[in-house]
């Protein structure tokens, strides 16, 4: 069974940084691209950023360069995302997702609140 657990999430003042950690279960962790995608309060998903299997390649959604860093660590099944430069706007649910063969996996998410 796939299992996608997201952690780290908080409440941060603006300019503040965090570090969202997913760990994975269930599957062959390195054998699949992993994605972030949030969702604003009152709004829908948004993509943030993807990482390749291998951690070789990122991507990130354009509002997002330079702030977001996604990562992972294939040895603890894990994919990060640090955040920096928070914004109020920034405020969200960050869930972690995997696609696999037509199915798509979400963990519970974690909440991010910029605010002062």
């Known amino acids: 069974e796939v299992q996608l657990v997201e952690s780290g999430g908080g409440l941060v003042q603006p300019g503040g940084s965090l570090r969202l950690s997913c760990a994975a279960s269930?599957?062959?962790?390195?054998?699949?691209?992993m994605s972030w995608v949030r969702q604003a309060p009152g709004k829908g998903l948004e993509w943030v950023s993807a990482i390749s299997g291998n951690g070789g390649s990122t991507y990130y959604a354009e509002s997002m360069k330079g702030r977001f860093t996604i990562s992972r660590d294939n040895a603890k099944n894990t994919v990060y995302l640090q955040v920096n430069s928070l914004k109020p706007e920034d405020t969200a649910v960050y869930y972690c997702?995997?696609?696999?063969?037509?199915?798509?996996?979400w963990g519970q998410g974690t909440q991010v609140t910029v605010s002062s």
């Open positions: 997702n995997v696609r696999q063969l037509g199915s798509e996996y």
């Open positions: 269930g599957f062959t962790f390195d054998d699949y691209n």
